[in-house]
């Protein structure tokens, strides 16, 4: 996954998670799975610490595909 600079448009690698779900904290793929609970689970096992409302879940797409990340202003 590659964030452009001065972009929100986020690049995710098609050939390498298409057709699965990624996890994402603070921009970069942390673990992906082929569905959400296999996900989170491989989250919890790579960091405690993170709390679920700080995780973006993504289905990526099988086929070449645009995916806009919005962050939530409080």
């Known amino acids: 996954m590659r964030k452009r600079k001065g972009a929100s448009a986020l690049t995710i ?3 390498k998670y298409g057709g699965l779900q990624v996890a994402i ?3 970069r793929i942390i673990a ?5 609970s296999e996900v989170l689970e491989r989250v919890r096992r790579i960091d405690r610490s ?3 409302r700080d995780i973006e ?3 990526v797409p099988k086929t070449l595909a645009t995916i806009y990340a919005f962050r939530r202003i409080h």
């Open 50 to 52: 993170i709390d679920v």
């Open 25 to 27: 904290v603070n921009g």
């Open 13 to 15: 690698d098609i050939a």
């Open 57 to 59: 879940l993504f289905a």
């Open 32 to 36: 992906s799975g082929r569905t959400a």
